[in-house]
Every structure is written in structure tokens, then in C-alpha cells.
């Protein structure tokens, strides 16, 4: 059953189609998944309140009803480290088509993977999981599972990526707290599961995985049509 809370989230964006950034980050955080600290800013003063209070550097991203894909018109700035990047960012994003706000948030680094779900026709809902970031539909390692997810098939999932050693420590670098990719998996499944009949896809595209967090650093919620 849907919480109030994410329930008014979904209701409120089927007029859109999909859920916009900030509010699916903020359906992510009702379901326990870990996000990265963030206001959307209708106004400049409300971006630069938060970016002064937070601490710099921030990243600024569009917030559009008719911009899904915000890197394909440059809506996404990353590492403004002061007030005078915040006010170039919000000034040019205020020119873009349906302009809504702007989403400003920490910055976050780690190992970018995709997790995704789709509600199949066939299948019912499933998970897919892989290296993400740009490259996701490049290098095409992903792998599938049909939900919910068991303990095993997180970890099996894992294990079936090509890209694994990176997770584990390539080189010398820190392995990502696993833990916590396992933990964001399986809860991801759980919310997947609740928003079958009113989804049609989520992606989360980078999550940032490092040695202490997995954070979901950009989100979508394709909702079905003709709710």
C-alpha cells in the first residue's frame, strides 16, 4: 500500500506523465533509499539560503515539466563552488521551456550504477541493475531480475556483472559498501512492487556508490497513461 505521502506525490504529476526530479527524490527518501541533501528553488534567494547553509560545492539541475532528458540541454551543472554560479545557473535555466525551478543538491561521488524497473506485460515487474552514467547504453552491463528481489538475487546480480571487479576494488581503490548497494536494491524492489499499477518505468541513473553510501543522484518516474 502506498503511503499518503507518496500517493499525493504520484496523483499530483499524472497531468505530466512523469514525476519530477525533486518530488521523486523525495518519494525515494519516504521509502528509506538514501538521497542527497536538496531543495527545489522557485526563487535564487531559496538556491543560495540552501547552498550557503549546506556548503559548497552544490550541483543545479532544470526543473521542467517538459524537459525529461535535462542533460540534452545542458540542465545540469555540476561543482558551483559560490553565489555567482548559482545566479548564472538559475538565470540561464529560467530561459528553458516550462521552466518550474531549480533542484540544487549536494555533490556526491562514488562508482555511477543504474538501477532500474519496469512493469512488463508478460512478467509483471522487474529490476534491472548495472554500471551506469552516460555509458549505461553503451557498455550494456546490466542484468535482470523479476520482482521482489530475495537476498540471493541482489547478490546474484552483483556477482553477473562484468564490471563486478570495480565494485570490489579495482586497483587498489576502495571497494563501495556493498551493504549498502544490497540494501538499496532490495528496497527499491519492495517500492517497485507497491507502484505497479501506477508506473511504467523508474530509473535511477547514477546512483553513487562509494565506501560509506549508495545515493540516488538522479531519478524518473515514468507514470501509465490514462490513469
Known amino acids: 500500500m502506498l503511503m499518503k ?30 538521497t542527497p541533501r536538496f531543495t527545489w528553488a522557485k526563487k535564487l534567494e531559496e538556491a543560495v539560503q540552501f547552498a550557503d547553509k549546506m556548503g559548497y ?21 555540476v561543482g558551483i563552488d559560490g553565489k555567482d554560479g548559482l545566479r548564472d545557473a538559475f538565470e540561464r535555466f529560467s530561459r528553458m521551456d516550462g521552466f518550474a525551478g531549480m533542484l540544487v543538491e549536494e555533490r556526491v561521488s562514488g562508482i555511477e550504477v543504474f538501477v532500474g524497473g519496469k512493469v512488463d506485460e508478460q512478467f509483471g515487474p522487474v529490476v534491472l541493475f548495472g554500471m551506469g552514467g552516460t555509458g549505461v547504453e553503451i557498455y550494456k552491463d546490466v542484468t535482470l531480475r523479476m520482482a521482489p528481489l530475495r537476498p540471493g538475487d541482489v547478490q546474484s546480480m552483483i556477482r553477473c556483472l562484468k564490471a563486478r571487479p570495480l565494485l570490489e576494488g579495482f586497483r587498489g581503490d576502495a571497494p563501495v559498501n556493498l551493504m549498502a548497494l544490497e540494501t538499496l536494491l532490495g528496497t527499491f524492489s519492495e517500492l517497485l512492487m507497491t507502484l505497479e499499477t501506477e508506473i511504467e518505468s523508474i530509473d535511477l541513473n547514477p546512483v553513487m556508490c562509494s565506501s560509506t553510501r549508495c545515493v540516488v543522484a538522479d531519478a524518473r518516474i515514468m507514470l501509465k497513461k490514462n490513469l
Request: aromatic share 4%; hydrophobic share 45%.
Open 5 to 34: 505521502g507518496m500517493g499525493e506525490i504520484i496523483s499530483a504529476s499524472k497531468d505530466t506523465g512523469w514525476v519530477l526530479e525533486p518530488e521523486a527524490k523525495r518519494l525515494f527518501s519516504m521509502a528509506g533509499m538514501d
Open 57 to 77: 560545492p552544490v550541483v543545479a539541475k532544470v526543473v521542467s515539466p517538459k524537459i525529461i532528458h535535462k542533460s540534452e540541454v545542458k540542465g545540469v551543472i
